[in-house]
């Protein structure tokens, strides 16, 4: 029988006759003759890099596999919607939703967690810590008493010069030709034509014929007069002044460049995340990153306070960030595509192009990425969205990013429950027409692995997911201590969700936000890799969603725990009978 073969892995078929196989949790007919991959030898301080391909073995009559555990590791969302809709109609992307005043309740939460919310956002700009720590709790509550697996994410406020909350319930509005003062001294009650920023330095190298604009284009000002550190405008698009609306300037169409001067962690930054390792949140995303020191910087603290499951997402939205793209990608753990603060910092028409390209390079260096902000933004209002909000929406999912993120649609609209549904749809729509295409061929993955047992995870991955879709497999299984193997296969988007098993809470909450990968908390042997196949199988199984016929592909690495034993990798291809 043929299997997959590549330079780097000499394959061995075996064949299993389902009456000679014994399932025992220490099956040598089932684990077949291992190979050494050609690249083999010594690999540094893990034993010798080994690889096994295995054909069809079919599974069944498993008197011996190891008792199941009751409950399967697996969350009440994806077991309903894997009864209804089978392992291929499973959604892919993943969903995040911003948590605000008007989705707060456990109702409200239980409604969003059941409508496929994976990652609640916490946007530390708003309301008190007292009031994240409440609604934290809440979530917390959801996952242990009701079976969710909804992971936490903490956005920091950063640094940015923006509009004070100018007192007004909600916005005021600039006429063309009026004019208007900018000042960071305090203002007393809110006297017409006065705006008070929230920076000392916000006008610092700024000149008389500067162009202001407020929130990339919401309405837009000419510097007359420059006294001290005001700045005396005149209005030349009307428009209004939300609360904490974004200031940027241009000068002979580019925008000058003044936010290096404040710090991407502020001391309140620095207290949110604070707060954010005491509450165990999952996710750390980092506002106005400019550089990869920033992320850097969280990731040590992190390790010092021991709290290394805790990830960390850079938010692209400057125009530093994108000059520093690669680097940034490659010291965080994930990114967002903030595209609201993004398009304050570039034109509206490069923000397209520059997302595709951030989703790009994401995938290739196997970060998740995020594409978040007025996906549905008419939502906020109105309970349909436009046609156009829905076009958008399955350009991210067509791009193959991980997550799409809802803001003040969820938030502070009343229909948030409604706009996650149309993700979902949306979502799942565009997965399918994907697949029909065949679009997932398309995608290029350049080398990534540097280190020998980092290239053979990359090439199993590789061909593995290349053999599921070939076969029409029906579900990848991979079992994963820091999620490495899981997320090499979710980069190569496969037709088949990925079941990743794991034993860490902290790689199954992070591995939330990864395309197609449904985390598993099952208790693995750290050596004995057929019994935790056969166990987990059998898991599934017991509940009826592994039928007779299904196909799964098992994908394993096992890091070998002592200096001398070896590592077993292997692909195997088992029906379910
Ligand atoms: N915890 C909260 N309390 C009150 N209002 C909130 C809260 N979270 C969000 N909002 C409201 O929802 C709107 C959208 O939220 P979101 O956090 O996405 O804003 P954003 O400006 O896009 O994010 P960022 O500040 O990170 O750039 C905000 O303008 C705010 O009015
Ligand atoms: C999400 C966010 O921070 C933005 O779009 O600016
Ligand atoms: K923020
Ligand atoms: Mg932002």
């Known amino acids: ?75 009440v969302v994806s077991e309903e919607e894997l009864r209804e809709k089978g392992f291929l109609g499973m959604r892919k992307t993943k969903l995040v939703c911003t948590i605000g005043p008007a989705c707060c309740s456990l109702q409200d939460l239980e409604k969003l967690a059941l409508g496929g919310m994976n990652v609640a956002r916490f946007n530390m700009c708003h309301n008190t810590r007292d009031w994240h720590r409440d609604v934290i709790k809440k979530i917390n509550q959801l996952n242990e008493e009701k079976g969710f697996c909804v992971s936490v994410m903490i956005d920091t406020e950063g640094s940015q010069i923006h509009v004070l ?27 017409p034509f006065a705006i008070q920023a929230n920076h000392e330095g916000f006008s610092e190298g700024i000149e008389v014929g500067d162009e202001l604009v407020i929130d990339g284009g919401m309405a837009s000002f000419q510097v007359i007069e420059k006294v001290g550190n005001d ?6 698009d009307s428009g209004l002044f939300l609360p904490r609306a974004k200031f940027s300037f241009w000068r002979n169409g580019k925008l000058v460049a003044r936010n290096s001067e404040l710090p991407t962690l502020s001391k309140k930054d620095w207290a949110d995340i604070e707060f954010g390792v005491s509450e165990g949140v999952d996710f750390i995303a980092l506002s106005f990153v400019n550089d990869a020191d920033p992320v850097r910087q969280l990731k040590n603290y992190l390790y010092m306070r021991s709290s290394r499951s805790t990830r960390v997402l850079a938010k692209v939205e400057s125009l530093e960030s994108l000059q520093k793209l690669k680097e940034i990608v490659e010291a965080s753990d994930g990114i967002m595509v903030a595209r609201g603060d993004l398009g304050v910092e570039i034109p509206y028409e490069q923000i ?69 549904s149309i993700l979902q749809m949306a979502s799942s729509r565009m997965e399918l027409w994907s697949r029909e295409e065949n679009r997932q061929s398309i995608l290029h993955q350049r080398r990534l692995g540097v280190s020998l047992p980092d290239r053979i995870a990359e090439q199993i991955c590789n061909c593995a997911v290349e053999m599921a879709n070939n076969l029409g497999v029906d579900a990848i299984f991979v079992y994963t ?25 902290g790689t199954r909450m992070a591995l939330n936000l990864q395309w197609g990968v449904i985390p598993l908390l099952v208790e693995l042997s750290d050596d004995d890799m057929e019994a935790n196949i056969s166990a987990t199988i059998e898991l599934i199984r017991r509940k009826g969603m592994l039928k007779p016929g299904d ?27």
């Open 481 to 505: 201590k820091h999620g490495q193997m899981a997320s090499l296969l979710s980069r190569n988007r496969p037709y088949p969700p990925i079941f990743a098993f794991t034993s860490d809470n």
């Open 165 to 191: 909350d100018h007192g007004a319930p909600s916005s005021v509005k600039a006429e063309e030709g009026s004019t208007w003062l900018f000042t960071a001294q305090k203002l007393e009650g809110s006297p």
């Open 1 to 75: 029988m043929a299997v997959a073969t590549s330079d780097s892995i000499l394959a061995r078929s075996l064949i299993t006759d389902r009456r000679s196989t014994n399932f025992g949790l220490k099956n040598e007919v089932c684990r077949g003759k291992v190979v050494p991959c050609r690249a083999g030898g010594k690999v540094k301080g893990k034993g010798k890099g080994r690889v096994e391909v295995k054909a069809v073995v079919q599974i069944g009559g498993l008197e011996e596999v190891k008792k199941a555990k009751d409950e399967m590791g697996l969350d």
């Open 231 to 236: 700045l005396r405008c005149k209005c030349t």
């Open 551 to 577: 196909v799964v592909m098992v994908v394993s690495d096992l890091t070998p725990t002592h200096i001398n034993s070896t590592a077993f990798q292997s692909i195997q291809v088992k029906t379910v009978v």
């Open 352 to 420: 397209p192009t520059v997302q595709e390209e951030i989703t790009r390079v994401c995938r290739e260096m196997n970060k998740p990425v995020i594409v978040a902000s007025q996906l549905l933004e008419s939502m906020v209002e109105y309970p349909t969205p436009t046609r156009a909000e829905v076009a958008d929406v399955s350009e991210v999912v067509r791009q193959y990013a991980d997550a799409l993120m809802l803001s003040g649609e969820s938030a502070i609209g009343p229909y948030g429950q409604k706009a996650l």
